[in-house]
């Protein structure tokens, strides 16, 4: 059992398009995050999201948003993709209370903007 | 702000032991993380840290000064498997937010 799962594992699409990227995590974690990894292996986050609050990182354009149905789901929507977006994206979680435990990451999406 | 620092590149032989320094500067700093991740996967867990001092944890060990802000992870009797990227990570309290540095990319030789 995957304990946390981003869909799709690759993306290939045109500049201009909006997309998705799908993260669950079925650990029982009630914070979940989305991180940005480019060229340069650099693990960026974007969000820091549990049921009360969500943490924006400044740097990121608003042309990204995330969406959570529920505590088990992060979903990141990106809208108008720039060459500049094709990065791999990870989807993490943890419990707030349990740091030692660490963050779980998912697989990456790894996104190609062409 | 944040600030971590860390090598970009080390070398070290199988059997041998090797020690990845990491430097940072945060606010509200509430404990340090190292993560390894091989090249095309997902980062995992390796250490946590939140008092000074040395966790140790099968052959690698963890170590934290808090006053210097500085950590480093410690790999003995090296592995090929052991060639990865080595992530130094600090959490910040009030972002609840786990910040990355650029990684340390080692490569174990025969």
């Known amino acids: 059992d995957t304990a946390v799962s981003q869909t799709p594992k690759y993306l290939v699409t045109q500049m201009g398009n909006d997309k998705s990227i799908k993260c669950e995590q079925n650990l029982g974690h009630d914070t979940m995050y989305w991180y940005k990894q480019d060229s340069k292996k650099f693990l960026k986050i974007m969000f820091s999201y549990n049921n009360k609050e969500l943490i924006i990182n400044e740097t990121v354009p608003n042309r990204f948003s995330p969406k959570s149905p529920d505590k088990a789901h992060l979903n990141l929507h990106i809208n108008s993709l720039e060459l500049g977006d094709s990065a791999v994206y990870f989807c993490a979680s943890s419990l707030q209370d349990s740091l030692s435990l660490g963050y779980t990451f998912g697989s990456g999406t790894r996104l190609t903007v062409v | 702000g944040q600030n971590i620092d860390q090598p970009t590149e080390m070398t070290a032989t199988e059997g041998a032991i090797v020690q990845i320094n990491c430097t940072y500067q945060?606010?509200?700093?509430?404990?340090l993380f190292w993560y390894q991740q091989h090249a095309g996967e997902a980062p995992t867990f390796l250490s946590y840290n939140v008092l000074d001092g040395l966790e140790e944890k099968g052959r690698f060990s963890s170590f934290l000064s808090r006053s210097k802000g500085y950590s480093y992870l410690l790999l003995k009797e090296l592995q090929m498997k052991d060639s990865a990227s080595y992530l130094c990570a600090a959490y910040n309290n009030a972002g609840n937010m786990l910040t990355f540095g650029g990684g340390t990319r080692l490569m174990v030789k025969p």
């Open positions: 945060t606010s509200g700093f509430n404990g």
